[in-house]
Nanobody, 123 residues
Framework: QLQLVESGGGLVQAGGSLRLSCVASGRTRTGYAMGWFRQAPGKAREFVAVISWSGLTTYFADSVKGRFTISRDSAKNTVHLQMNSLQPEDTAVYYC????????????????WGQGTQVTVSS
């Protein structure tokens, strides 16, 4: 089993930045791709970004390309999502997820999920 705990959410004005972190514990010796998803009120959960176990491969949703970056520190079992130029439409609960396999963008492929952290962007 793998446990994921997110942190770093909060309230920020449009144009601002936030850095989300996700710490994994438990069965961390297995290689996991790590992803971020988000869910706004009344909307389906959507893919944001994913990074491979090696950190060499990343994918981003079109809506965040050029604004968000994803990185990982495998020694600390941590993945980060740096979010810049935030807009009100980025408001959502952000979830960290882990997948025992290659980096993918489909939520149903991820085996483990965190509880989420709220990000609110005011206009």
């Amino acid at each position: 089993q793998l446990q994921l705990v997110e942190s770093g959410g909060g309230l920020v004005q449009a144009g601002g930045s936030l850095r989300l972190s996700c710490v994994a514990s438990g069965r961390t010796r297995t290689g996991y791709a790590m992803g971020w998803f988000r869910q706004a009120p009344g909307k389906a959960r959507e893919f944001v970004a994913v990074i491979s176990w090696s950190g060499l491969t990343t994918y981003f949703a079109d809506s965040v390309k050029g604004r968000f970056t994803i990185s990982r520190d495998s020694a600390k079992n941590t993945v980060h999502l740096q979010m810049n130029s935030l807009q009100p439409e980025d408001t959502a609960v952000y979830y960290c997820a882990a997948d025992e396999g290659p980096p993918v963008m489909e939520a149903h492929r991820f085996d483990y999920w965190g509880q989420g952290t709220q990000v609110t962007v005011s206009s």
